[in-house]
């Protein structure tokens, strides 16, 4: 099989950009080289020009599929900047507890990856509000890879994986599936929607406005322009009081939002 030429990786880091928001730099040619040439290899293309096409001419959403599986990088575990899930239970949950009439909390996960990060805020959230009468706690997580999402779903994680927890919520909220495996319990799991969503889209289809947003170290992968236009939408589909939590390895310091700043990498709607 020949390797990526210029032309192609620009077809394809355009493509993935254009459809996902991902902006792959000249440095990215040789990994889109690597995660893609099994999928050539596999369908017998020859050149990336013909496995460009065959992206663009498939119809079923089998090969965007797999093509967005193969170029996302779904890096995260459990507990990861942890001064953010302290922020949400001291300071966010007793606001949200305090101001929902209606006793719903309305949170969304956008990037879950592999479903760490939205099992701690669910179980975070059973902990809060045990006890406090009939709250919603359900929560959204979305991601656009199928793959990952699998994974979350059925919430199997190694014993080692685990480990950053606190013994109540190994206890509590996980059941040992084998000698080094444990699966989150149905009590967590049911209180999660899990689906496939692209952050891209023009407009978000939510009818109810958001009280919180995760969308940590997903950013990361957009230009500027990607990244302002999707804190738009953010702060749009939020409430007044509404917070947002991004990765401390992003900012919104270049980008024009209404958002105010609160502490490292979280930010509230006024």
């Known amino acids: 099989m020949q390797d990526i030429t210029d032309k192609e990786f620009s077809l394809i880091s355009n493509y993935i950009k254009d ?9 990215k040619k040789s990994l889109v080289y690597s995660r893609l040439k099994n999928i050539l290899e596999k369908k017998g293309f020859k050149t990336f ?8 001419k498939d119809k079923t959403g089998s090969a ?53 990060e939205s099992y701690t805020l669910e179980m975070i959230l059973t902990d809060y509000f045990k006890g406090k009468g009939k709250w919603d706690t359900e929560l959204l997580a979305t991601d656009i890879s199928t793959a ?25 909220y996980f059941k040992s599936i084998s000698t080094n ?15 496939k969503f692209n952050l891209m889209e023009t407009r978000f289809p939510f009818k109810r406005k958001f009280q919180v947003i995760f969308c940590r170290n997903v950013m990361i992968y957009f230009d500027d322009d990607t ?28 980008i024009q939002t209404d958002y105010e700043y609160i502490m490292p990498a979280v930010y509230r709607k006024n």
């Open 19 to 27: 459809n996902y928001g991902i902006n792959l730099g000249a440095d």
């Open 49 to 56: 020009t013909e496995y460009y096409e065959y992206l663009l």
């Open 64 to 116: 965007t599929m797999t093509f967005i599986d193969k170029m996302t990088t779904n890096h995260t575990f459990f507990m990861r900047e942890i001064d953010h899930f302290e922020f949400l239970k001291d300071t966010v949950l007793p606001y949200i507890e305090s101001t929902a009439k209606d006793k719903d909390v309305r949170m969304w996960c956008a990037g879950c990856s592999s479903g760490e």
């Open 148 to 172: 990952v999402l699998t994974k979350a779903i059925k919430g199997i994680y190694t014993k080692d994986q685990i480990k950053p927890l606190s013994e109540h919520w190994k206890n509590n």
């Open 181 to 195: 495996q444990v699966q989150v319990v149905d009590e967590i799991k049911k209180k999660i929607t899990y689906r």
């Open 227 to 254: 990244r302002t236009k999707l804190i738009k939408k953010f702060y749009d589909s939020s409430e007044k009081g509404a917070y947002l939590f991004i990765g401390h390895s992003e900012t919104l310091n270049n």
